[in-house]
């Protein structure tokens, strides 16, 4: 069996994550990958400094099998998702979503503003009760658009999550394969890598056996979580909302030819 590295925690580009505004050109990723976790920042915490009790006793082992030697292939994740149609695909659609959850989040907030100055230019002529009755209103209008506009964003992290495990999952099975073909049984994400030679670099024949074998992906339809989608499927097939795919993919571009040393 050949080892590769989890694909979940595999994403391109660093720093491409980022709310989408209609003003800025979007870095491949930015629909799909979440904003706010740097990659490799998770879990990290800053040690205690204090001594720790005595360990353990650990007796010896008897001696086990010895493992194969290792037979390594390189691969860069970052290279094979700009490479990968159905990621572009769908990276453009969860751009267009999140560029339209921003624009109306501020309008809303442009309303909210509009209607606060109009209860204090008005507030001197209205009673005092007229004036709890608006203030109430004010604020539970307030309430309802937290409560929209989060489960809109919840929404499309959790489709965009949906739609990269299918990403994830086509990557890893192709690299499996890829590497079967090859004889390699340990597979390492060239990221975590100082260099390595092209002899070693498997990117191009994923690259090209992805962009075959995974043709489209399912795309939740907007505002329909992937939880929902599944459970209306389930219940009345016949009824539930269709989820969208992306397009299949147009034959895939040779990537270019990678530098004799990667850094």
């Known amino acids: ?47 205690v400094q204090v001594q720790l009790p005595p360990p353990p ?75 709890r009755n608006r203030e109430k209103e004010l604020q539970d209008r307030i309430a309802e658009s937290r409560r929209v506009f989060g489960d809109r964003n919840r929404i499309i992290q959790e489709s965009s999550q949906f739609v990269m495990a299918q990403i994830d999952r086509a990557v890893e099975m192709v690299t499996q ?27 191009p024949a994923v690259v090209d056996d992805l962009n075959k074998v995974l043709a489209s992906v399912v795309i939740p339809p907007e505002g329909v979580s992937p939880v929902a989608m599944q459970a209306a499927q389930g219940a009345t097939p016949a009824s539930a909302p269709a989820a969208a795919a992306t397009p299949p993919a147009k034959p895939p571009a040779k990537p270019p030819a990678a530098a004799q040393q990667h850094r």
């Open 177 to 203: 394969q890829v590497a079967i073909s090859r004889g390699i049984n340990l597979v390492l994400n060239r990221a975590q890598i100082l260099g390595t030679t092209n002899d070693f670099d498997l990117t």
């Open 57 to 131: 006793d650990v007796p010896p082992l008897p001696k086990g099998p010895t493992p194969p030697a290792a037979i390594v292939g390189v691969l860069s994740v970052a290279d094979v998702m700009r490479a990968s149609t159905v990621f572009q695909q769908a990276d453009k659609e969860f751009v267009g979503r999140r560029q339209k959850l921003n624009e109306d989040a501020q309008k809303e907030q442009v309303a909210l503003r509009d209607l606060g100055q109009a209860l204090a230019n008005e507030r001197a002529k209205l009673s005092p009760e007229q004036i």
């Open 1 to 47: 069996m050949v080892r590769a590295e989890p694909a979940s925690c595999r994403r391109p580009a660093p720093g491409a994550a980022g709310r989408a505004t209609a003003q800025q050109e979007q870095p491949p990723g930015a629909g799909l990958v979440p904003e706010g976790v740097a990659p490799g920042a998770e879990g990290q915490q800053q040690q």
